[in-house]
């Protein structure tokens, strides 16, 4: 990629718009900044420098620069992704949003929030909860990563069952566009036919078309009554093959959640607790939401039920704190065990994530794969982790993790999925997006992109290589 290196001239022209202490050249220092949650050193790359910004006006001039100049750009929040969409591929700067972490108003007449985008996603909720409010969004690593990238990626999380994903909870962001250009786009409004929905382009382009700087996000009366049911199941299709009966019921849950045996043990092993039903079980964990103490009551007899006709050994009511501890903890007991995963995030119709399970219990015999499965269920997202065992070596597990790939993803295309459900694109999937994404699709994303950003200097080969477009 014909990009220019950053100089001193450059690195003198980017403390002159955020202010030297916002300018980081130093190895160790950048070092973090090198990498996203992928442990892999394979995907890891180094940044030329890392620059802070703390207004829209000083991103605004930073992308000015990289337009003068010719160095890439790629904008980072929490760096909790999983797909190297963070990762300076081509070099260039990390513009970290970390400094922009401010929650600017929790409107509780007009129920929104108006957030910049290095708020932590759960200083939000906790923000929106005092005022008896309730910010939907819930990724797993909601601890530590930030609206921004959650909205940059549509993340999608716990409770996209009920709620629906990121894109769902935005009303409006203020973006920093790749020629520079401060601009808001969508509006806080319930409707709108008034042209391109050009905010929920943005959402989820991966940090692409856009930088975010500021965004207004629904808020919702905080429920009153929730309960969660953690159903036990010996056999794990059967588990899986209850998630559409569930829907189906009319119950609207929040969250349904599925963890396999050998998943629940790595998290008992991890958390140093003991797990209800870890022997043998596997888990539907269901929540669900009433209007009063009865409603719920009646909802969870009817859960309760359906889960019994179709092979729960138990179903129990669950510590809501204790379960999603355990079910939040699946990538960290992951990591526990070993650093080369390969994490599948595959997504299918609801209707087909039963055969979809069975398709990959079948590919990890045939590949003999170490495997942990947790999936949200009631979306049809399935994350299978592929281990790398001590006593395989790295050529050996990869070239049967891509074999894996191949099948899984026909499979996959063949039942009208995608290959990601929320963790993204980035850099790391981008081969496997142009082998199975359909030609006339990407190119029109190739063209979006070439039209918004013709220098290609924000966040370039993430997704696409714009070069490769025939
Ligand atoms: O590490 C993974 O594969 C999944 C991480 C996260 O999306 C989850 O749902 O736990
Ligand atoms: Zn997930």
């Known amino acids: 990629m014909p990009y220019e290196k950053i100089t001193p001239e450059i690195i003198e022209k980017l403390k002159a718009v955020v202010g030297p202490k916002n300018v980081v050249t130093d190895a160790d220092a950048m070092q973090p900044y090198s990498h996203d949650e992928v442990t892999d050193p394979a995907y890891h790359r180094m940044p030329e420098a890392v620059v802070f910004a703390e207004t829209a006006e000083e991103v605004s001039a930073v992308l000015k620069l990289a337009n003068d100049f010719h160095f890439p750009v790629v904008p980072r929040g929490a760096g909790t992704g999983l797909a190297c969409g963070a990762v300076p591929e081509y070099g260039g700067i990390v513009l970290s949003l970390e400094k922009m972490n401010k929650i600017l108003e929790i409107n509780t007449e007009g129920l929104y929030a108006v957030v910049e985008p290095g708020v932590r996603t759960s200083d939000l909720q906790d923000a929106a909860e005092q005022q008896d409010l309730f910010y939907a969004g819930d990724p797993c690593s909601g601890d530590s990563c930030f609206i921004g990238g959650n909205i940059a990626t549509n993340a999608g999380g716990n409770r996209a069952v009920k709620y629906g994903t990121t894109r769902h909870q935005v009303y409006s962001v203020e973006v920093v566009n790749p020629k520079g250009r401060i601009v808001t786009l969508g509006a806080r409004l319930q409707k ?29 009366p905080k429920p009153k009554y929730a309960l969660d049911l953690l159903a036990i199941f010996d056999d794990r299709r059967k588990a899986m093959g ?229």
């Not at 281990?387 to 993803?409: C, F, I, M, P, S």
């Open 242 to 470: 209850v998630v559409t009966k569930l829907i189906k019921a009319g119950i609207t849950p929040t969250c349904v959640e599925f963890m396999d045996n050998i998943t629940i043990k790595s998290v008992e092993k991890y958390l140093n607790e003991t797990l209800q039903g870890s022997d043998n079980g596997n888990y539907i964990i269901v929540e669900v939401e009433g209007t009063n103490e009865d409603d719920l009551d009646d909802k969870a007899v009817i859960l309760d039920e359906i889960c019994t006709e179709n092979g729960a050994s138990s179903v129990l009511v669950a510590d809501h704190n204790k379960i999603w501890q355990a079910r939040k903890a699946f990538a960290e007991a992951v990591r526990a065990e070993s650093l080369i995963v390969c994490k599948e995030d595959v997504v299918v119709p609801v209707d087909q994530e039963a055969l979809l399970l069975d398709e990959i219990l079948r590919l990890s015999q045939k590949y003999n794969l170490i495997t942990r499965i947790a999936s949200h269920a009631g979306d049809g997202n399935i994350h299978l982790n592929i281990l790398k065992g001590d006593d395989d070596t790295y050529e050996a597990w990869d070239e049967r993790v891509k074999a894996n790939q191949q099948e899984l993803y026909a499979f996959i295309y063949a039942h009208g999925g995608r290959l990601s459900g929320e963790h993204g694109i980035g850099y790391k999937r981008k081969a496997l997006m142009k082998e199975f994404t359909d030609p006339g699709e990407l190119e029109m994303m190739m063209d979006i992109k070439q039209a918004l950003d013709p220098n290609n200097i924000l966040n370039p080969g993430k997704i696409f290589d714009i070069d490769e477009k025939a």
């Open 192 to 220: 709108q036919s008034t042209g391109y929905s050009l905010e929920q382009l943005i959402i989820g382009s991966e940090g692409t078309l856009g930088i975010i700087t500021k965004a207004t996000l629904k808020l919702v």
